[in-house]
């Protein structure tokens, strides 16, 4: 009969134990890898009217202008706060950047201001005022942190 000695079982296991501990890491290394590319998935639509009916009449926008109301749907994929206050998204039409409208008060479903965690989602509409005639324009985020964002229109 074969016997084996206290240490060499001892050495067995420690190698047992090593391999396990590789395989566990590499499994833990690949899911951290299958990641989000994106900080933040953010799909929008926008629709152009010439007012925004409220609860006291229609408000119409300023000058030779339209409202663009730009429909957010955001999800948060990161260990940071993705704060959503109006006054960090932006629209630039014809190289020209416009800040939300104090009308987007008068949504019924004016974006939230929140943090949203990493899993966090909320919805909500946004209007800016831009010229007549606007064809094309382009969402922007600006806040003092960057985020890697996917933009998704439709």
Not at 107 to 113: A, E, G, K, Y
Request: charged share 5%.
């Amino acid at each position: 009969m074969l016997r084996i000695s206290g240490a060499f079982q001892l050495g067995v296991c420690i190698v047992c134990i090593i391999l396990t501990l590789s395989l566990v890491q590499g499994t833990v290394a690949a899911s951290a890898s299958k990641q989000a590319p994106y900080d933040v998935t953010i799909r929008y639509t926008g629709m152009m009217t010439g007012m925004i009916q409220t609860g006291y009449g229609p408000v119409f926008p300023t000058g030779n202008d339209v409202f663009l109301i730009i429909t957010y749907q955001i999800q948060n994929h990161v260990d940071r706060e993705f704060y959503t206050n109006p006054n960090n998204f932006f629209v630039i039409v014809n190289s020209v950047q416009y800040g939300y409208s104090a009308n987007s008060f008068e949504l019924p479903n004016m974006l939230s201001t929140v943090s949203l965690l990493n899993g966090g989602s909320v919805a909500g509409s946004l209007a800016f005022e831009v010229p007549v005639g606007t064809t094309s324009y382009t969402p922007t985020y600006q806040w003092i942190t960057s985020f890697n964002i996917q933009w998704i229109s439709g």
